[in-house]
């Protein structure tokens, strides 16, 4: 019987924290981002990029969790303007220009992020410099989206 009663109460008490959620909003009716037109392979090539940004924010956030700095500078400098010079040419001509300064943007802040980390050793900084990098993220994904043009489904 309390568990019952503790399962109503839970659930009368969640629906307004989730009716009160900023978070939710109605699912837009169309997708309005620009397409980034490629082919299978440079698809996957710019996928695989993001799969190694994400992986490097993981690794990053259990960094600043230990206060590991050097930790986190060794994982975000692999993540810097080196790591663009990995792209396809291919793929980097097809890429607008304001992606590409998004990019370039990006890389810079996760090289920062590791200066920063080696000599300010604060994992408050590196936490607010991982926010700021995260919405750089959010805000290309609002931006862009995938389309390949060589009869093969897109993202």
Do not use: W
């Not at 839970?10 to 699912?27: C, G, S």
């Not at 500078?73 to 040419?89: D, E, Y």
């Amino acid at each position: 019987m309390k568990r019952h009663a503790l399962a109503a109460l839970l659930a009368l008490t969640a629906a307004p924290a989730v009716a009160a959620d900023p978070h939710t909003h109605p699912m837009p009716t169309q997708d309005t981002r620009a397409f980034l037109d490629l082919s299978a392979a440079e698809r996957a090539a710019l996928l695989e990029e993001m799969h190694l940004f994400l992986d490097g924010v993981g690794r990053i956030t259990a960094a600043i969790a230990k206060a590991d700095m050097q930790a986190v500078a060794a994982v975000a400098r692999p993540l810097g303007p080196q790591m663009s010079h990995t792209m396809p040419a291919s793929l980097r001509g097809k890429l607008p220009m304001p992606f590409r300064e998004h990019a370039q943007g990006l890389h810079g802040a996760f090289a920062e992020m590791a200066l920063d980390a080696e000599s300010l050793n604060d994992p408050n900084h590196a936490l607010a410099q991982l926010a700021a990098t995260l919405q750089k993220c959010s805000a290309c994904h609002r931006t862009y989206q995938i389309r390949v043009v060589d009869g093969h489904v897109g993202h």
